[in-house]
């Protein structure tokens, strides 16, 4: 009996601690398996770009890209997003990361917020890591107010201009060229094609008529880390009727943080593509473009929303530069640019709710799209403004009179 009671107690143990033996072994798989899918995160640093073009159009309608800092299952991004075929810009010529988010089982979770709204304002995007190698963007919840990326959309990965060692190749005009940066070399040599300091100038000249147009490109390119970029384009225009110069125009556009650029792709590069770009303006250059015009020909040329971030940003709006802003706004509105107009005008009168000529403005971009109702409300309070601060009745158009009716 004794020794039935002993064996007994034998066999118990053993079950007790196998079944611990195994649970130990279950515990240590599991951390194992942890590690190893660790290891396994993919790393999607880099920049990845999404375009949706119109056949036969050389300006794309949307353009999406993601530059993408990974660390282990972190991220931080910052986007580049161009909706209706550049009349909108959602973009940071700095750079600012406005992507957050974490790595789980192949999908990212990020918090973003747009470069029109404040960086409180923000949305949830996911993102998921294809099996093909693409990324797909999926936004959950907007943010609020404007912001300009696609709701859904598939990338690609978007490769450097890559230098083999210290040379690179590229076409222009049927023409093949090799460059060294190191000792600046150019073959075959062209007056087209020169170094300046340590910037590699690509210079490019076209004609177009009705009007008569002489378009002058220089694309300023730099090496670094064993690639190629696009620093800035000096853009200049001439105008003639009749052998008169009557308009000239010169710009620099600054790339945004968005796609590479290739030398190669000068050669189909017109004017209409400098709307992905910014200019490099202060705000007396700005209102100069907007108002700039010709009795024979109209030489301004409006704002994009990019611009108008980056001016509010380097010259915030105060006492000082309202009048200026307000100044833009008008022009905008005479350049038939509502949208953008409207944009500056709800900053001014939010700040300064009592300025009367801003409200003037506002009825006329609100009309100029056809909002009857918020236009009439607008002259309305322009008119009562006039009114309350004794400003001369006799100067009110007769327009605000009509559609106040």
């Not at 990326?149 to 049927?174: G, M, R």
């Not at 009007?211 to 220089?218: A, G, V």
């Not at 800035?232 to 125009?249: G, R």
């Not at 236009?375 to 601060?389: G, I, P, R, V």
Request: net charge neutral; glycine share 2%.
């Amino acid at each position: 009996m004794r020794f039935l009671i002993l064996l007994l107690m034998f066999l118990f143990s053993c079950k007790e601690n196998n079944a611990k033996a195994i649970n130990d072994d279950k515990t240590n798989l599991k951390d194992s398996t942890i590690k190893v899918s660790d290891t396994k995160i993919i790393d999607i640093s880099g920049k990845w770009k999404y375009v949706k073009k119109q056949q036969n159009s050389s300006v794309p309608e949307e353009m999406f890209t993601l530059n993408i800092v990974q660390n282990n299952n972190s991220i931080k991004a910052q986007y580049c997003a161009i909706a209706n075929s550049g009349g909108k810009i959602d973009c940071e010529n700095d750079l600012e990361y406005n992507i957050q988010g974490v790595i789980n089982n192949g999908k990212i979770i990020v918090d973003f917020y747009s470069f029109f709204s404040n960086q409180n304002d923000k949305g949830k995007a996911e993102i998921i890591i294809n099996d093909d190698g693409t990324l797909k963007w999926k936004i959950i919840k907007s943010p609020k107010g404007q912001f300009y990326s696609p709701d859904e959309c598939v990338l690609q990965k978007e490769n450097s201009i890559i230098k083999d060692k210290t040379n690179f190749t590229f076409s222009l005009k049927d023409n093949n060229y090799t460059v060294n940066f190191e000792t600046k070399s150019i073959v075959p040599k062209s007056d087209d094609v020169y170094f300046e300091n340590n910037s590699l100038i690509v210079k490019k000249t076209s004609e177009d008529d009705n009007p008569h147009n002489l378009l002058t490109y220089k694309y300023y390119f730099t090496s670094g880390s064993n690639t190629v970029q696009l620093n800035k384009i000096d853009f200049s225009k001439e105008t003639y009727v009749e052998q008169d110069d009557i308009c000239k125009l010169s710009y620099t556009y600054i790339p945004l943080n968005g796609p590479a650029f290739s030398p190669d792709e000068i050669n189909t590069f017109t004017e209409k593509d400098l709307v992905m770009y910014t200019r490099k303006l202060d705000l007396r250059q700005a209102l100069d473009i907007v108002s700039k015009v010709n009795k024979d020909y109209q030489c301004t040329s409006s704002l994009n929303d990019n611009e108008i971030t980056q001016l509010l940003k380097q010259y915030p709006l105060n006492k000082k530069t309202v009048n200026d802003y307000n100044n833009i706004a008008y022009y905008q509105e005479q350049n038939k640019n509502y949208n953008n107009s409207i944009f500056i005008l709800n900053r001014i009168l939010s700040q300064y709710p009592n300025r009367v000529v801003a409200w003037l403005n506002y009825a006329d971009s609100k009309w100029g799209l056809n909002n009857k109702q918020e236009s009439k409300e607008a002259y309305t309070k322009y008119y009562n403004l006039m009114s309350s601060q004794s400003k001369d009745m006799s100067k009110v158009p007769q327009r605000v009179k009509d559609r106040m009716k």
